[in-house]
């Protein structure tokens, strides 16, 4: 079960999907529900995966939870994180 789909909708979320590896359709866990919402049923049935296989379709950029982009956003949302821990160290010490 891919945590980038779980980890933003979390144990109050009301649903998490992601794109099944084997299939490129639409999946959930039964955590959440036991059949899929009629848009992803719409998606899964359209199997658009399978034509921009067919068709050989291949990026010019590299997008999704392996871009530069997030990348970027993470390393930036680190230092900002170690700046505010840093912050709280010096402000209330280490052990708080």
Do not use: C, Q
Not at 3 to 17: C, E, K, M, N, V
Not at 37 to 42: F, G, R
């Amino acid at each position: 079960m891919p945590r980038a789909a779980i980890l933003p909708a979390g144990h109050a979320g009301t649903g998490a999907f992601w794109l099944a590896d084997s299939t490129g359709h639409f999946i959930t866990s039964n955590y959440y529900m036991t059949s899929l919402p009629a848009w992803a049923d719409s998606f899964n049935k359209r199997d658009p995966i399978k034509a921009v296989i067919r068709n050989k379709w291949s990026p010019r950029h590299l997008f999704g939870i392996n871009s530069i982009e997030i990348e970027d956003t993470y390393l930036r949302l680190d230092k900002d994180l170690a700046g505010f821990f840093d912050f709280l160290d010096r402000r209330l010490g280490n052990d708080g």
